[in-house]
């Protein structure tokens, strides 16, 4: 965060119909199937889409079979992609099936149970503050709020006009550590083809950005509407999408720090889930019991052993970093203990791919 006494910050959200949110989309779809016949399953799975192609890839050890290339489908299905008119489609894609088995190694040096050790090495950072009603920074909130208001309305048949493909950002002016007023807005929409531009910019500014952005709303936006122009090509036609590239999308727009693991295809054991899943709980809890504004939390694992081998509560100058750490030791960070804190084995993460992985109120670790 920025102390200086006035700031412009930046986030962005993309729809469920871009490239890299249809790869997320396969891969936790792909995962919520292996875990609802076999919640034991080890699953790391990625996928990469482009034009009429979808490939899969990864590690998986289970006692379920599912049907993977029936999964994939449903998945862009789901999304919109089913325009027999267009290269990627639901009924046209091709299927290639690169998944394998997880390392006998690993498996055995990972385990089961409360002692089990951490599927991986790495960090991985939570954060809270009081800027939204959801404790997440402002211009992720709004940011995501455009993109999810884009899918409703194409999905509800409100606007025909709109195709899956999208991006949306939001542009806050703070002063000192509080947002005062959204000052730039950029929305990048598909549509069909030939329609026009002035009809899409007006709808976007005068029916979109009043719905999405609420109390933030102002005539007086700087916006970027389709700023390219044309935007009928879009989604893995348009570009090539893999699992794992919107990993600040996913979380806090940037405005805390990020470990650097990709949460999608991956199951519980893998600690770039779950302790960042972990962390965003330990950071709520020290904003919602008023140890602070804001906390940031970072907690390290090492492969393979079970307890963390650090743990930081940064409060961002809100509060007494010493006494939030404190209060966080109360919480349990080895993974076995997360998992079965949060029901982690359960086939949830279809519902995370989308619009931020926090924030949702049905979600574990928010509640």
Not at 173 to 197: I, L, M
Request: proline residues 5%; negative net charge; aromatic residues 8%.
């Amino acid at each position: 965060m920025n102390n200086s006494n006035k700031f412009l910050f930046t986030s962005e959200s993309v729809s469920e119909g871009h490239p890299d949110k249809v790869a997320d989309g396969i891969s936790d779809a792909l995962l919520d199937a292996w875990l609802n016949l076999d919640p034991g399953s080890r699953v790391a799975v990625e996928t990469l889409v482009k034009d009429n192609h979808v490939i899969v890839a990864g590690e998986v050890t289970s006692r379920a079979t599912i049907n993977v290339r029936g999964v994939v489908r449903e998945v862009i299905r789901d999304i919109g992609y089913t325009d027999t008119a267009r290269r990627f489609h639901t009924d046209g894609v091709t299927i290639t099936n690169l998944i394998g088995e997880q390392a006998p190694d690993i498996a055995r040096g990972v385990g089961q149970g409360l002692d089990q050790g951490a599927g991986d090495q790495g960090l991985m950072f939570g954060f809270a503050c009081r800027e939204t009603p959801e404790l997440l920074p402002l211009p992720i909130g709004l940011a995501h709020a455009l993109t999810r208001r884009l899918a409703h309305e194409r999905k509800v048949n409100q606007v025909p006009w709109l195709r899956p493909d999208a991006k949306a950002q939001v542009t806050i002016r703070y002063e000192g550590a509080r947002p005062v007023e959204v000052t730039d807005v950029v929305v990048s929409t598909q549509h069909v083809v030939g329609f026009d531009q002035q009809e899409l910019r007006a709808w976007v500014r005068g029916t979109l950005l009043p719905a999405a952005l609420g109390a933030w709303y102002h005539d007086r936006i700087n916006t970027f509407i389709n700023p390219t122009g044309v935007f009928d090509v879009g989604g893995p036609e348009g570009d090539c999408g893999v699992t794992g590239r919107k990993i600040i999308v996913d979380t806090y727009g940037g405005y805390a720090r990020h470990g650097g693991g990709a949460f999608s295809g991956k199951d519980p054991s893998k600690v770039d889930r779950s302790a960042a899943y972990f962390a965003r709980f330990v950071a709520r809890q020290i904003v919602l019991n008023g140890l602070a504004e804001a906390a940031e939390v970072q907690i390290a694992y090492a492969i393979g052993v079970p307890r963390p081998v650090s743990f930081l509560v940064d409060t961002r100058g809100t509060g007494d970093d010493a006494r939030a750490a404190k209060f966080a030791e109360q919480y349990d960070g080895r993974p076995g203990a997360i998992i079965e804190r949060f029901g982690l084995l359960r086939p949830i993460y279809t519902s995370t791919t989308n619009y931020g992985h926090f924030g949702k109120p049905d979600l574990p670790w928010e509640q």
